[in-house]
């Protein structure tokens, strides 16, 4: 694989409930291979409309902070994705419908043996359309990025459990 450039493998960044490797494999994608990743520069918020009332699906934001100086980062997982995977993954994030589409994201592994390898791979961030302030994820969507937890760094998970105390009881397994 060529660094910074895409292949006939599509490099994917989940920082969302595809970092639950199952998650990905009930939308039909597959896999060669998984590294965790860091993403200067943007933050993780919970903006992106849920069927389910006032619920947030995680989104990425550009930080509106200095993030060299700040750290601001969104870690989650870079995907060697199998053939095909990506169109799976677009009927999910209904992306034909306008809900979502793709940003195409530098991120940086920060584990094994492509650490400090930048790479350039597909993020999914929801159209503004879809988007809404103030929303909060529900426990069952909030489980799935802490699936993670015990690869992320400590400080970005304790960031993903404050949101425990104030998620939503409703279960959003549609999504």
Do not use: C, W
């Not at 291979?33 to 989104?59: I, M, T, W």
């Not at 095909?84 to 999910?92: C, N, V």
């Amino acid at each position: 694989l060529n660094r910074m450039s895409m292949s006939s493998i599509e490099q994917y960044f989940a920082y969302g409930s595809y970092m639950n490797p199952e998650r990905l494999r009930e939308r039909g994608a597959g896999f060669s291979s998984r590294h965790l990743a860091r993403l200067q520069g943007y933050e993780l918020r919970f903006s992106k409309r849920s069927p389910v009332a006032d619920a947030g699906f995680a989104n990425l934001h550009p930080s509106n902070k200095d993030a060299a100086a700040t750290g601001a980062a969104v870690y989650g997982f870079l995907h060697f994705l199998e053939p095909g995977s990506m169109e799976s993954l677009d009927k999910s994030e209904r992306v034909d419908q306008g809900h979502a589409s793709h940003l195409l994201v530098k991120v940086t592994v920060i584990d094994g043996e492509l650490a400090g390898n930048d790479y350039e791979a597909h993020a999914y961030v929801a159209t503004p359309e879809y988007t809404a302030d103030g929303l909060k994820p529900t426990q069952d969507y909030l489980g799935h990025l802490l699936e993670a937890s015990s690869y992320l760094p400590r400080d970005y998970v304790d960031f993903l459990r404050s949101f425990k105390g104030t998620a939503l009881e409703q279960q959003s397994s549609q999504f």
